[in-house]
């Protein structure tokens, strides 16, 4: 399987300040990457697909980047709304798999 | 817009077979592939299988190795849902289950139900 290691497991930071979220795969995913938010008692949320593509109502301050087995995840402004635990996730391979999450919390 | 609501059992007996039923709405299940993914605090986001919507009633499936052939996920177009069955649970198989459309990069998820395996 391939296995998808987000970084940093936590990140505090404040409304308004930029956040960077890190998914590495164990191999390469090509750009078959995506991002999700999920917020406490709700479904995963696509964000991103196949890398840089925001999905339909995802606002513009969320990008992604990278490519083969790095991976990024930038918010540019941080709104109140955007603190929720983030997953990326590769569809290069099957099974698909997941990364352990990124928990973005408020400062 | 497209909704899918899961439904099903929310206590299931070690040993047995955990059935759960998603049912799509504002669109036709005859033009995706339609997934299972489960959650748990421990394993995390754990993608089941997905099935593809092939026509004569039929579809081709993909799933997860880790759960061998206790797996079978199948659609029925008719009523516009598809099914996941899991033999032989254990408690390991307790978890929130979701279904969502696709089966590569899944863009609508229902809003997951959970099913406790018990002793």
């Known amino acids: 399987d391939i296995v998808l290691t987000q970084s940093p497991a936590t990140l505090s930071l404040s409304p308004g300040e930029g956040a960077t979220l890190s998914c590495r795969a164990s191999?390469?995913?090509?750009?078959?990457l995506a991002w999700y938010q999920q917020k406490p008692g709700q479904s995963p949320r696509l964000l991103i697909y196949?890398?840089?593509n925001r999905a339909t109502g995802t606002p513009a301050r969320f990008s992604g980047s990278g490519s083969g087995t790095d991976f990024t995840l930038t918010i540019s402004s941080l709104e109140p709304d955007d603190f929720a635990s983030y997953y990326c996730?590769?569809?290069?391979?099957?099974?698909?798999?997941f990364g352990q999450g990124t928990n973005l919390e408020i400062k | 817009q497209v909704q899918l609501q899961e439904s099903g059992p929310g206590l299931v007996k070690s040993s047995e077979t955990l059935s759960l039923t998603c049912t799509v709405s504002?669109?036709?299940?005859?033009?995706?592939?339609w997934s299972w993914i489960r959650q748990t605090p421990r394993k995390g986001l754990d993608f089941i299988g997905y099935?593809?919507?092939?026509?004569?009633?039929?579809?081709?499936?993909n799933y997860n190795p880790s759960l061998g052939s206790r797996v079978t996920i199948s659609v029925d177009p008719s009523n516009n849902r598809f099914s996941l069955q899991l033999t032989s649970v254990t408690a390991a198989d307790t978890a929130v289950y979701y279904c969502?459309?696709?089966?590569?990069?899944?863009?609508?998820w229902g809003t997951g139900t959970t099913v406790i395996v018990s002793s």
């Open positions: 969502a459309r696709g089966g590569g990069t899944p863009d609508v």
């Open positions: 504002g669109g036709s299940i005859r033009n995706y592939c």
């Open positions: 099935i593809c919507y092939e026509g004569s009633g039929g579809g081709s499936t």
């Open positions: 191999q390469s995913v090509d750009n078959y």
């Open positions: 196949d890398v840089s």
């Open positions: 996730q590769q569809r290069s391979g099957w099974p698909r798999t």
